[in-house]
């Protein structure tokens, strides 16, 4: 009797390859990316993190000193960086889409949406005081305006999580698991013609 090959593991059939979380601010990629890693025993990287290694600066420091096109030519150069690594599950900061260039490193490897609503984001970011795009008088609209200008761009992620309030980190990792293969099949191959 014939028997089916075993089923290949996430983490066989990415070779290697990347994850990239994109998502607003406050969506969870740091936590989700941890965790994913670990699942995948790959290499987790953070670009805001490694941002303000390279300069020991904070995020608000950098906004401060150089505005925000000073910190968008640093996360660019720390992206093209961290993308010569393989085996990396990568948290990016939530505005790593505006900047075209960009695309073409995270397009080396699969690129994963956590999409949050907008009232959640705010729950969560509410106190925050590390980002200095929310220190705004109206929270709320802010992270909304950013939303409505950036959503279409967070859809052109390989795939995308729709995050419901209340669920748990093993469960978002364990739906990005069983989403990877879908994302990895391959392309449709042209019709063999006989002659
Ligand atoms: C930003 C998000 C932040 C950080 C910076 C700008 C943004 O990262 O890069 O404050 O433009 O959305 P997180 O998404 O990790 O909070």
New binding site residues.
């Given amino acids: 009797m014939s028997q089916n090959p075993p089923a290949k593991r996430p983490v066989d059939q990415l070779q290697g390859m990347n994850l990239y979380l994109i998502g607003?601010?406050?969506c969870g990629?740091?936590t989700t990316g941890q965790r994913l890693a670990q699942a995948l025993n790959y290499r987790f990287l953070d670009t805001?993190a490694v941002v303000t290694q390279v300069t020991h600066q904070s995020?608000t420091e950098i906004f401060d000193q150089m505005g925000e096109a000073g910190?968008r030519d640093l996360?660019s150069r720390v992206l093209s960086q961290v993308s010569a690594y393989q085996r990396s599950v990568v948290?990016t900061?939530?505005?790593i889409v505006l900047r075209r260039e960009n695309w073409g490193y995270l397009r080396q490897g699969l690129i994963l949406w956590l999409d949050v609503p907008v009232e959640q984001l705010y729950q969560r970011l509410q106190q925050d005081t590390t980002?200095?795009?929310l220190q705004d008088p109206d929270p709320l609209g802010k992270l909304k305006t950013?939303l409505g200008k950036r959503r279409s761009l967070y859809a052109a992620a390989d795939l995308r999580l729709e995050i419901q309030s209340g669920m748990a980190p093993e469960t978002i990792v364990n739906q990005i698991l069983m989403m990877i293969p879908t994302a990895l099949k391959a392309p449709p191959q042209p019709p063999e013609y006989s002659n």
């Fill in positions: 607003m601010m406050g990629k740091t805001d995020i910190f996360e948290a900061g939530g505005g980002r200095p795009l950013l």
